[in-house]
């Protein structure tokens, strides 16, 4: 069964297929979401993102994963170095993340919440479209089996199981709406 999972959460010690990488287009691994999983993924990781060089902003680029507990890093660039993500360019990098990970035969896959600090997006929209992204995936054809949204601190945590939460309850208040019209109530 597909599904998405939350978690509060060190995004570097995931044991997944792949973890997802809140990048920037030239691949510089900084601070944030980068600069933990550089740490702890050793110097391997940012020699792979030197040698794959610029990726348009929008797109996503896929390496090893050094030490970490994955067999991959995929690098969603929603932003170029020093300029803010767009809603577009996060959902974008997104998607084509999860086609990466579905190109190389990932069953699990784990991202941050890209976009959101200093990408500038408001958190509560970037939850809006990782998980709409996410639903749409997993609705497709994929390998991805689970989407595991970590998050760093009770509060996006949070920001994310209310956003989850309100799109279970309209999808139920839909059913109940279909049903209601067929039976002709």
Aim: charge should be neutral.
């Amino acid at each position: 069964m597909r599904r998405i999972v939350l978690r509060e959460g060190d995004l570097a010690r995931e044991q997944v297929d792949a973890i997802v990488n809140a990048a920037n287009s030239a691949l510089a691994l900084g601070a944030g979401v980068a600069g933990a999983l550089s740490a702890r993924a050793g110097p391997e990781l940012e020699a792979e993102c030197n040698r794959h060089g610029p990726i348009e902003v929008g797109g996503a680029a896929i390496t090893g994963a050094g030490r970490l507990e994955a067999r991959f890093v995929i690098h969603a660039a929603s932003m170029a170095p020093g300029r803010p993500a767009t809603e577009e360019s996060l959902r974008s990098s997104f998607r084509r993340s999860l086609e990466l990970a579905s190109e190389h035969g990932c069953r699990t896959l784990a991202a941050p919440a890209i976009g959101a600090g200093i990408a500038g997006l408001p958190l509560q929209r970037v939850a809006e479209i990782l998980l709409e992204e996410a639903r749409r995936h997993l609705d497709g054809a994929t390998t991805l089996l689970e989407i595991r949204f970590v998050l760093f601190g009770e509060p996006a945590y949070r920001v994310f199981e209310q956003v989850q939460d309100a799109d279970r309850i309209a999808s139920q208040m839909a059913a109940l709406a279909a049903r209601r019209d067929r039976s002709g109530a």
